[in-house]
């Protein structure tokens, strides 16, 4: 009951515009669950519907640094797991199995420990060195090209097999999942280090996810990356805040 009241409370304090978006998630996600595009079966609609409503919800969570995400956030990659591994997008597919479904425990327990003075469902906030930023970019930059040289040996013909039906260039769709591969595993640990910079790169990955999923044409994870991405325009401002005020009080 504990955990339920604190969600309600989490639920309290989105603004009016962030309700606005929830409505247009679930409105969208419940169309394209009544009535699937060709090609995708009833059971992934369900399943593209669970995501697309958790997955917003724990954005909205996360920007105001509540870990109350965290529930949200397991069940949104749990299912986004399924949907990707039945499409091929391999890099994102051990992005989501490998990298955040652990970290998402791992960032909830970190989360708790370093509770905000002023409200114990919010984390503390901390900000880079100028030297940090440099070191970030080197890693990301370094590692995408590692997950890039190294899915297109093992992966093969499989990596972003949807591509090829479409008539894309599979060789960018394929570096932009590795580059959301790459950015996705340095944000993460970010976030459960508690950087406000993890916004930068979470903007960085959402304009490519956006992108990748215009160019699917799928309505659900097109609107579901969109909102990620104005969602993070909010955390980046409310972690910033924050950091500001956990920097004062040191």
């Known amino acids: 009951m504990d955990g339920l009241k604190k969600i309600g409370r989490a639920f309290r304090s ?7 978006m929830c409505v247009i998630m679930l ?5 394209y669950a009544v009535l699937p595009q060709e090609g995708t079966p009833r059971w992934l609609a369900i399943i593209n519907f669970i995501s697309g409503l958790c997955g917003v919800i724990c954005v909205f969570f996360t920007a105001k640094a509540n870990r109350m995400n965290f ?3 397991v069940i949104n990659t749990t299912v986004f797991i399924i949907y990707l591994g039945y499409f091929g997008i391999w890099a994102t597919f051990w992005l989501e199995t490998l990298v955040y479904f652990p970290m998402n425990i ?3 327990i970190k989360w708790y420990q370093h509770k905000d003075e002023e409200d114990a469902l919010l984390a503390k906030s ?5 030297w940090q930023h440099l070191l970030v970019t080197c890693i990301i930059a370094s590692l995408t090209a ?3 040289f190294t899915l297109s040996t093992v992966a093969g013909d499989t990596w972003m097999k949807f591509a090829a039906q479409f008539g894309w260039n599979i060789t960018v769709m394929k570096w932009l999942d590795s580059a959301i591969f790459a950015i996705g595993i340095v944000a993460v640990v970010l976030e459960a280090l508690r950087f406000k910079e993890q916004y930068v790169w979470w903007l960085v990955t959402d304009v490519i996810a956006v992108a990748q999923y215009v ?3 799928d309505p659900v994870y097109t609107t579901k990356k969109a909102i990620y991405l104005v969602e993070a325009v909010i ?3 409310n972690w910033h805040r924050l950091s500001k005020k956990n920097v004062a009080n040191e």
């Open 14 to 20: 989105l603004k009016w515009y962030e309700i606005i």
């Open 27 to 31: 409105a969208i996600s419940i169309y």
């Open 71 to 73: 529930p949200f956030a």
């Open 106 to 108: 791992i960032s909830w």
């Open 126 to 130: 901390k900000k880079f060195k100028w």
């Open 146 to 148: 590692i997950v890039y």
């Open 215 to 217: 160019l699917k044409r």
């Open 235 to 237: 955390g980046m401002s």
